[in-house]
């Protein structure tokens, strides 16, 4: 998915040949994981879903199947601000610094009846799944990284490890036992990615997720265009530039954070606020910052109390 993962364990000297092993044991699961949900890969089960569009359903690996499920239910939930068939319209986007394309509005409007999550069909008991129109296509790129750094701590934890960092591309999952030292991370500048961090923030078994617009994004004459797009209109949204989401696993933080960027800071938070072990940090394209009841309990000066 073009992202490095990198996994700090903490283990006692003895361990490091089981260690190893266990990397490496988690490094092929995540790898079996792309393999299945990638749109990147070209023998994908996410692939031949959409080059079936419009034609017939696919059979879908039980792994696939989950994570459409999830998404579904985040789709649900967010009212459609989170939705993976946004790639009909997502796809005319090319966001790189070299030869942007931006679409045309006529060409977003003939797109644009192609998103719409409630048209996916998911028949979990036959295993397939199908797109019921020719040109319809989904792509996971807002939840996905988050399942694999939670493929890659399921595997850690079989294997008795339980302590550790994953960092799938900004996408953090920890675990970390009850006498051990909580894990820090840095919150991201969104105008300054590689400058000092705007806070720190300690957590134990969690995740931590940002989705921000300076990850993939191109100013053209003065205005930013980035990969987070409204479903509803089919262009990059506006208002939110960071919002960084703590939960209990890293799918459903990426998935959230990405939601909560669509709705922005006012119906983000009120969404956040329903949802037990969420919380989220919103940060404004003015710089100011919104953050849900219990997210300061996880910043770095006043977690010194946090259990
Ligand atoms: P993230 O960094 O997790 O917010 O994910 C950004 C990626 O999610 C983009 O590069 C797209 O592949 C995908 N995406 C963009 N907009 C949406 C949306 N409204 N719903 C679901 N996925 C999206
Ligand atoms: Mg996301």
Redesign the pocket.
């Known amino acids: 998915m073009g992202t490095v993962v990198i996994i700090k364990l903490r283990i006692a000297e003895e361990q490091l040949p089981h260690a190893q092993h266990a990397l490496e044991q988690a490094a092929s699961e995540m790898k079996n994981l792309v393999g299945i949900v990638s749109s990147w890969e070209p023998d994908s089960d996410t692939t031949a879903l959409n080059k079936a569009a419009g034609m017939h359903p696919v059979s879908v690996r039980p792994q696939l199947m989950r994570i459409l499920q999830k998404a579904n239910n985040i789709s649900i939930l967010s009212d459609g601000?989170?939705?993976?068939t946004?790639s009909a319209v997502?796809e005319l986007w090319k966001i790189r610094p070299v030869l942007p394309i931006i679409p045309t509005e006529e060409q977003i409007a003939a797109a644009l009846p192609l998103v719409d999550y409630r048209k996916l069909v998911l028949d979990a008991d036959a295993g397939t799944a199908f797109l019921p129109q020719a040109g319809m296509q989904i792509?996971l790129?807002?939840i996905a990284?988050g399942s694999v750094a939670d493929a890659a701590a399921a595997s850690l934890l079989k294997n008795g490890f339980d302590d550790f960092m994953i960092n799938a591309g900004g996408d953090v999952r920890t675990a970390c036992p009850v006498d051990a030292e909580p894990w820090t991370l840095g919150i991201t500048n969104p105008r300054d990615p590689r400058g000092d961090v705007l806070g720190e923030l300690t957590v134990r078994s969690g995740a931590v997720v940002t989705?921000g617009d300076y990850?993939?994004s191109v100013v053209l004459e003065g205005k930013r265009y980035h990969?987070?797009?409204?479903?509803r209109i089919g262009k990059p949204t506006q208002g939110c530039i960071s919002v960084t989401v703590i939960g209990p696993n890293a799918e459903t933080a990426?998935a959230l954070?990405?939601a909560f960027?669509?709705l922005g800071p006012e119906k983000g938070k009120a969404l956040c606020e329903t949802l037990p072990d969420v919380e989220a940090m919103f940060i404004h394209s003015d710089f100011q910052t919104v953050l849900s009841s219990g997210f300061s309990s996880y910043l770095k000066e006043k977690s010194d109390t946090h259990k």
């Open positions: 601000a989170f939705d993976i946004f997502g792509d790129g807002a990284k989705s990850e993939k990969h987070i797009i409204d479903p990426d954070a990405t960027f669509v």
